[in-house]
């Protein structure tokens, strides 16, 4: 079946280093894939999304490309703040219905 | 905020005991899914609905069910809680099914069955 694998942490940067979370994918089929981030007490929020080869998700800074060749989606940004402290999950869509498989997240910490 | 509202924020509860998950979708929108957070599990999905029927189903345990009514909020119901099932749980909604969709996420209902 569909799964996720993406970089265990926590992660700890300083602030505006550079960010690189990685997720790679097994899939059958052509599954849409998405970067959720969750804030301390909060729920999810989608951060960006891809929805076929090639595509390049970006949003905040953040920025994700979906290749097909080595089944990944790496989370990148170029400067972090210590506002993007927060867990971040790798997730594709499990099936027709859209319902989505989430990796085990990802804890960044940005110290100032 | 995401739209969609989830009560009660939080619950405490007994082994054994049945308890009820409310979610509101965002306004108009027909889909509505259930995740389960915890520690050794991590996010998963555990059920769908859409504009009132089932159409997918993850890990949900035979003693967890939903439903989701003609106004289009859902409810998932626990029942025999046991410890393990103690997790945040979450409910997402978009306006359609399939790949693609952006999903909405609640704040999450958080139970704790001791």
């Known amino acids: 079946g569909n799964s996720v694998t993406q970089m265990e942490g926590p992660v700890t940067l300083s602030e505006e280093a550079f960010l690189t979370i990685n997720c790679t994918y097994t899939a059958t089929g052509y599954p849409s894939l998405f970067w959720y981030v969750q804030y301390p007490g909060e729920g999810l929020q989608l951060l960006l999304k891809?929805?076929?080869?090639?595509d390049k998700g970006s949003n905040k800074g953040f920025e994700a490309t979906y290749r097909k060749e080595t089944t990944s989606f790496h989370l990148e940004k170029g400067s972090v703040q210590v506002s993007d402290s927060a867990v971040y999950f790798c997730?594709?869509?499990?099936?027709?219905?859209?319902?989505?498989?989430f990796g085990k997240g990802t804890k960044l910490s940005v110290k100032p | 905020d995401s739209g969609v509202t989830q009560t009660p924020k939080h619950l405490i509860t007994a082994t054994g005991q049945r308890v009820t998950l409310r979610c509101s979708p965002r306004s108009g929108d027909l889909s509505v899914y259930w995740y389960q957070q915890s520690l050794d599990q991590g996010l998963q999905f555990l059920i769908q609905y859409y504009n009132g029927e089932e159409r997918a189903k993850g890990n949900i345990l035979e003693r967890f069910s939903a439903q989701q009514f003609p106004d289009l909020h859902s409810e998932l119901n626990l029942s025999s809680l046991e410890l393990g099932d103690s997790a945040l749980y979450f409910c997402?909604?978009?306006?359609?099914?399939?790949?693609?969709?952006?999903?909405?996420f609640g704040p999450g209902t958080r139970l704790t069955v001791l």
């Open positions: 891809a929805t076929k080869a090639d």
């Open positions: 997730a594709l869509t499990g099936g027709s219905q859209g319902n989505l498989i």
């Open positions: 997402a909604s978009s306006a359609r099914r399939g790949q693609g969709n952006e999903q909405f």
